[in-house]
């Protein structure tokens, strides 16, 4: 009988895809799936309501596609039972490549099990944009690490528990992590083998990033999604020339990472040229860049793991700080 976990590992290449497709990333192969596709707009489904976090990947990931591809990508909004209603309109739907979907765990994973009679088969009626794409990795990104939940405080142990109880994984002891709007309280639930992981982050503060997010967003969500690759060095440089751009990391992070790791000059001037974070835990090493925040405070982080089981929260307050600051930049003087 299959599990909660083997349903959600079979659909992390679903998730892969439309993370990957959001920085545009290799997925102007599939034109080669029919010579004559795209002959005109392309539709995307998106199963929840405007304004949501998968609202906003698939605006992202839409406007990308469309530059890519030379037609327009219409987003229509199918909100209903939990994201079903619009996931059942595209498994409905005439196999033609005219009408994709942007779905997530609870789409094809949870309505599996939650519902008595799910409206679709989350295995069989779809065929994932990356299978199709062949090698979507233009950029060296391979999987999805993990993915950042923002959620009220209130909620964290609702959450915590909802998870547990659905999936088998182990949880860690909570971390406080230093936001310059307050603390925010950070959980990973996580799979022995690391398939799986979730970072739930709330506050009791209002004035936290977290905290700005969820009211923008009018309750809990995915903030941020973790992409994996095996040289983070060459995939910033690729995206840099994709045009991503990058959050910027104060000079003086590097100036104390000198100061405290044996890492030689060379190696800390590539660390800085790239706005890459480095940790350290004996010999196993952790590299993480991340991207500018995007519309409704979502972002995306890349990451490169030597042997290293953490997430980098020695520098979570470097890019908390970073990210306030480029806000503050960019907000409009208050008079």
């Known amino acids: ?55 906003v990947v698939a605006r992202v990931f839409g ?40 779905g997530a765990v609870d789409t094809f994973a949870q309505s599996q099990y939650l519902f008595k009679n799910p409206p679709y088969d989350s295995v069989t009626d779809f065929e994932p944009v990356a299978d199709r794409a062949g090698d979507f990795t233009g950029a060296g990104l391979t999987s999805v690490d993990h993915v950042s939940q ?22 860690t002891p909570v971390q406080n992590v230093i936001d310059p709007g307050g603390v925010v309280q950070s959980q990973v639930v996580a799979t022995e083998d690391g398939a799986v992981r979730l970072i739930l982050n709330a506050s009791q503060s209002r004035q936290t990033q977290s905290s700005r997010f969820l009211t923008d967003m009018f309750g809990s969500g995915i903030q941020h999604i973790a992409l994996a690759t095996a040289d983070i060095s060459a995939t910033v440089e690729r995206l840099k020339a994709s045009g991503v751009e990058l959050l910027p990391i104060p000079e003086n992070y590097y100036e ?57 929260a020695v520098n979570a307050p470097i890019r908390l700080a970073a990210q306030t600051r480029l806000a503050l930049s960019a907000s409009p003087p208050q008079f």
């Not at 100061?259 to 010999?283: F, H, Q, V």
């Open 256 to 312: 104390d990472l000198e100061a405290r790791t044996d890492l030689s000059e060379d190696e800390i001037e590539r660390l800085r040229a790239g706005n890459i974070l480095y940790d350290r835990e004996g010999a196993a090493e952790f590299f993480q860049v991340y991207t500018k925040t995007l519309e409704n405070g979502f972002f995306f982080e890349i990451v490169e793991r030597r042997g290293y089981e953490g997430f980098g």
């Open 150 to 171: 923002s959620m009220f405080y209130e909620e964290m142990l609702t959450w915590l528990l909802f998870y547990i109880s659905l999936l088998d994984v182990r949880k």
């Open 63 to 102: 406007a990308q596609l469309s530059e890519t591809l030379g037609k327009q990508i219409v987003i229509e909004n199918v909100a209903g039972a939990g994201g079903t209603v619009g996931v059942g309109r595209v498994a409905k739907s005439p196999p033609d490549g005219y009408q994709f979907v942007i």
């Open 1 to 55: 009988m299959q599990t909660w976990e083997d349903t959600l590992k079979k659909r992390l290449h679903v998730r892969n895809a439309c993370a990957l497709g959001v920085l545009g990333l290799g997925l102007s192969v599939i034109v080669a799936t029919a010579q004559n596709w795209p002959a005109r707009f392309i539709t995307m489904i998106v199963p929840f309501g405007a304004g949501s976090g998968t609202d």
